[in-house]
């Protein structure tokens, strides 16, 4: 009837639909591009004190055939709100620990450490730890050069069975980074109880740290921190040599960012796929 007609109109939500499809469409795209070989790892490097790259960290990028080289920041969420950043994070884990074993072959690289990032749904995957041996194992990878980084927010649910998981995989040699430190919410309380070896300053308080004393304060305060709990900091978001000089002046030994260098594809990635010849 026309009133029936006319109140499903009221619920209809043209941008709330438009969202729902352009998500179920770049959703199918993910998948068939995890699957066509789409998805490429890029590495940024970490210095040390003196500027010389002790490693790197493993960031993913999508290359779409339509729509070009797709950032993180647009296709993570889609993957991890449906599933798919289990398959796409095994995945990342299996290309990391190969590039590993490829690095120890090479006197230089041999000692570098490699940076995964992880989603909290792969670490509340039962698997999980079986996952990233079986990853290390099959790429002959020394879990010693394997670093997970996490953020505050994936500590947040279920402490208990994450240091559980946190703590068999320290077992194995592999360290964990706090990622993004100093945006979360989480309590300091919990900085203790992990099994972490690194914290990372986020790059919004290496932005401003020359001109704004509380961001100074604040990064100051993380190295501190740092310092007593003995671990590593990592300071992201480095972009110029004043920002570095001011870094090291505060104690702070480990940098990334744009003034080292941007995120690269890592060397013994396979080339993308050829085009198909049409002789
Ligand atoms: P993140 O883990 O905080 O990674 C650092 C981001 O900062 C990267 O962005 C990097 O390109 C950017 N960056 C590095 N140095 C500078 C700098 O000097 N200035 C500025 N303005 N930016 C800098 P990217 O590659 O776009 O990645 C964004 C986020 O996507 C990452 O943030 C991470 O949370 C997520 N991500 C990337 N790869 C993966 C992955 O394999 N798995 C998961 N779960 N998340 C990933
Ligand atoms: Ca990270
Ligand atoms: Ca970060
Ligand atoms: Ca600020």
Not at 119 to 125: D, E, G, K, V
Not at 152 to 170: G, P, Q, R, Y
């Amino acid at each position: 009837s026309k009133a029936s007609g006319r109140n499903a109109v009221r619920f209809f939500d043209p941008a709330m639909q438009a969202r729902v499809v352009q998500r179920a469409t770049l959703q199918r795209e993910l998948r068939h591009g995890l699957r066509d070989g789409e998805l490429r790892l890029y590495g940024q490097p970490i210095v040390d004190a003196r500027g010389q790259p002790c490693g790197q960290e493993a960031l993913l990028r999508w290359q779409h055939p339509t729509r070009g080289m797709v950032p993180p920041a647009e296709f993570i969420p889609v993957a991890e709100q449906t599933g798919l950043i289990l398959p796409l994070g095994q995945w990342v884990l299996q290309r990391a620990c190969a590039l590993l074993a490829h690095w120890a072959k090479d006197a230089q690289r041999a000692r570098w450490t490699l940076a995964v990032n992880l989603s909290a749904r792969q670490l509340r995957q039962p698997d999980f730890v079986a996952g990233v041996q079986q990853a290390l194992r099959t790429a002959g990878a020394d879990p010693h050069r394997l670093k997970l980084e996490l953020t505050e927010s994936l500590l947040l649910h279920d402490v208990e069975d994450t240091i559980a998981k946190m703590e068999a995989l320290a077992e194995l040699g592999i360290q964990f980074a706090l990622d993004d430190f100093g945006t979360g919410y989480s309590s300091l309380s919990y900085l203790k109880r992990l099994p972490l070896t690194q914290l990372k300053i986020d790059r919004s308080f290496v932005r401003d740290l020359l001109t704004d004393p509380n961001d100074a304060a604040i990064a100051r305060t993380i190295l501190q921190l740092a310092q007593s709990l003995e671990m590593e900091v990592v300071a992201e978001g480095v972009e110029t040599p004043e920002q570095f000089e001011v870094l090291r002046a505060m104690g702070c030994r480990l940098f990334q960012g744009y003034h080292f260098g941007r995120p690269a594809p890592l060397d013994g990635e396979p080339a993308p796929p050829p085009v198909p010849s049409t002789s």
